[in-house]
């Protein structure tokens, strides 16, 4: 196939033959960013030669001597980067930020601040570390092959590109959100790929090409997963957990600690769906995958995604695919109908972000309607919900969060309790994390609670304390009730979220027995 050039776009001299991804180091998740783009390459180019490199399933200390492997026999003429996390204060599998900062500020007890204080230190010096290290791998791969062109992508750029640019070796392309367009002008050897994307040039200079295109999703078709495994024969270490398939891309909604609309766009982009239906059938025929994620920015959200929602289920149904699915939902659109579908085509948990008040869920701009919600909830029980989990993700103590706000949304958990059974019901406690240039960030500034010109990835702890939102007074409530339902809830016998929101709901409904919870530190 001849090579494209444009006058924008002067050609590399050497065409692209081998591409390495390599998937910078996280907990073991599945690398489905990476192999859609993979696949997507694959099947636009074939003569191209792809392998993978997931330093999930390297083990720490031999990191550095598995990349040089690769690098020295592949000897690939592009290597992109995965980075998926880079902040200190999310949670996830390996640490828990929460529970730490919790500890800290609230344990009554001594010897657990301290702990916890040490605990902090390990955390944010495991993320410098790791830092360090991301960066080094980049820096080894243009000592080895100088002549290379490194790409970089994953969630963790397109939230912080600018600053991974500057950090980068020269010659490095940082992705911003979609990266099937952008690896492709790389592959044809454009000088300046196509997305959104930062460049440091050779000189060192960084410069920025905002987004002028999305990725037309109807070139998505399902994933060749045998050719998966010749490129990234680890692929069936991750077949006994979830598997995660996306179905579109963007999202119209403009929640204000959320930068999904930017990343992906405001316009929602669809894939076939019988293309969707195909890919978790094969996953589900071909590699006995039982568990499916759909990992769109919201499962269901819009009436139009809605009913591509139900045609993907329909296709599923008729394909006779048995497998466990779920998602982030938005009930705005349900319908009786749908409900059955989902039941029926193996829906094994109803995730949705949840707060018993409109008034915080409009101080948020989540685009909801809260009584609509709870009617959608009923559509559910009516349509035959047996044990499906019912998971609500809860922002508490977000701006705009009162006593009474509180209050109100224990109260429609107890609701949903009387409806779908206590066991069902999970109330997941997080706290807003505060992403930069989001209108929760420009809000919070503007109150004084964050300072203008701070440093999103700081190191500095206390910094960090307040990029996870949960100020005094409510922020002292909540913490000593979940320090008291850690404490004293029996794991086999309760889940810490409902533990907790009984405990608070006590303190709430008791302030004169618990006197100390209303002073402010």
């Not at 997507?40 to 392998?51: L, N, S």
């Not at 004293?488 to 004169?512: K, V, W």
Request: aromatic share 10%; hydrophobic share 40%.
């Amino acid at each position: 196939m001849g090579r494209l050039c444009s006058s924008r776009n002067a050609c590399m001299s050497k065409p692209v033959e081998t591409i390495l991804y390599v998937r910078l180091p996280v907990w073991k998740i599945y690398p489905g960013g990476v192999l859609y783009v993979a696949d997507f390459i694959h099947k636009q180019r074939p003569g191209v030669r792809q392998e993978l490199l997931d330093m999930a399933l390297v083990p720490p200390g031999e990191r550095q001597a598995a990349l040089r492997g690769r690098i020295e026999a592949l000897k690939p003429d592009v290597v992109a980067f995965s980075w998926r996390n880079m902040q200190t204060f999310g949670p996830h599998p390996e640490n828990d930020a929460l529970d730490v900062v919790m500890n800290f500020d609230y344990s009554p007890k001594p010897w657990r601040r301290v702990k916890a204080a040490w605990d902090a230190v390990g955390i944010i010096w495991d993320y410098a570390a790791s830092r360090l290290r991301n960066f080094g791998y980049m820096k080894l791969v243009r000592k080895l092959l100088p002549e290379a062109r490194i790409v970089v992508g994953g969630t963790a750029v397109s939230i912080f590109g600018k600053y991974v640019a500057e950090k980068c070796p020269t010659d490095t392309v940082v992705v911003v959100g979609e990266g099937e367009e952008a690896m492709l002008s790389v592959v044809d050897g454009f000088e300046n790929p196509a997305g959104h994307y930062y460049y440091k040039d050779r000189a060192g200079r960084v410069t920025h090409r905002p987004a002028e295109e999305t990725f037309d999703l109807a070139h998505l078709t399902a994933v060749d997963f045998a050719y998966i495994e010749t490129m990234f024969p680890q692929f069936r270490e991750y077949l006994d957990g979830y598997i995660g398939v996306h179905t579109k891309r963007g999202c119209p909604f403009q929640c204000h600690f959320c930068l999904y609309n930017k990343i992906e766009g405001a316009h929602q982009r669809f894939r076939d769906p019988a293309e969707v239906a195909k890919e978790v059938e094969t996953l589900n025929k071909v590699y006995g995958v039982k568990y499916i994620w759909f990992t769109d920015a919201q499962f269901c959200s819009t009436l139009r995604s809605t009913r591509h929602v139900e045609d993907i289920l329909d296709e599923m149904m008729a394909r006779q695919v048995e497998v466990y699915w779920t998602g982030y939902l938005r009930l705005n659109h349900l319908t009786a109908d749908i409900a059955r579908k989902m039941l029926k085509s193996g829906l094994i948990s109803i995730d949705l972000s949840f707060t018993g008040t409109q008034d915080v869920i409009d101080s948020l701009t989540l685009g909801y309607d809260l009584d609509q919600q709870m009617e959608a909830f009923k559509l559910f029980k009516e349509a035959g919900h047996t044990d499906q989990q019912v998971k609500l993700y809860m922002p508490l103590n977000a701006p705009g969060e009162t006593e009474a706000t509180l209050l109100a949304t224990i109260d429609r958990i107890k609701d949903l309790y009387r409806m779908f059974g206590r066991d069902s019901v999970l109330p997941f406690i997080f706290f807003i994390g505060i992403q930069p240039n989001t209108p929760v960030e420009k809000r919070l500034i503007a109150e004084g609670y964050l300072k203008a010109g701070y440093d999103p990835l700081t190191l500095n702890p206390f910094t960090i304390k307040k990029l996870l939102y949960n100020p005094d007074p409510l922020g002292r409530l909540i913490a000593q009730a979940y320090l008291e339902a850690m404490e004293t809830h029996n794991p086999g016998s309760d889940y810490i979220g409902r533990a907790t929101m009984e405990i608070l709901e006590r303190r709430l409904r008791s302030p004169g027995d618990q006197p100390e919870l209303q002073m402010a530190v």
